[in-house]
């Protein structure tokens, strides 16, 4: 919601906040999605490097996120022509196979 009212600062922390509360070693389920939510609230708020890398991380680990989401579903839009996000996306397409 921060991110859509033009509140980048709150949109994170937020998500950063979600991410402490409940990480991926205490709920592996839980924790990955509040990962993904952070990677998407990176995007919303124009930090495209941090949402590559949490992209990364998500994909490197259990978690319902997969490359074909991030290619076919449009929120992840804005990093399609970023050559370090298609290089992710090739990594991971490569290891889902």
């Known amino acids: 919601v921060y991110a859509h009212l033009d509140r ?3 949109a ?3 998500a950063e906040r979600a ?3 409940t990480p991926v070693s205490v709920d592996a389920l839980r924790g990955a999605e509040f990962e993904t ?3 998407w ?3 919303l708020v124009g930090e495209h490097d941090q949402a590559i890398e949490k992209i990364d991380y998500v994909l490197s680990i259990p978690s319902l996120l997969c490359a074909r ?3 076919n ?3 992840w839009k804005p990093l399609h022509d970023i050559p370090k996000f298609q290089a992710v996306i090739l990594r991971h397409s490569k290891a889902e196979s």
Do not use: G
Request: aromatic content about 10%.
């Open 73 to 75: 579903d449009p929120r």
């Open 69 to 71: 989401t991030l290619k």
């Open 41 to 43: 609230t990176y995007v």
């Open 12 to 14: 994170v922390r937020s």
């Open 19 to 21: 991410v402490e509360i």
């Open 37 to 39: 939510y952070l990677a």
């Open 8 to 10: 980048p600062v709150d």
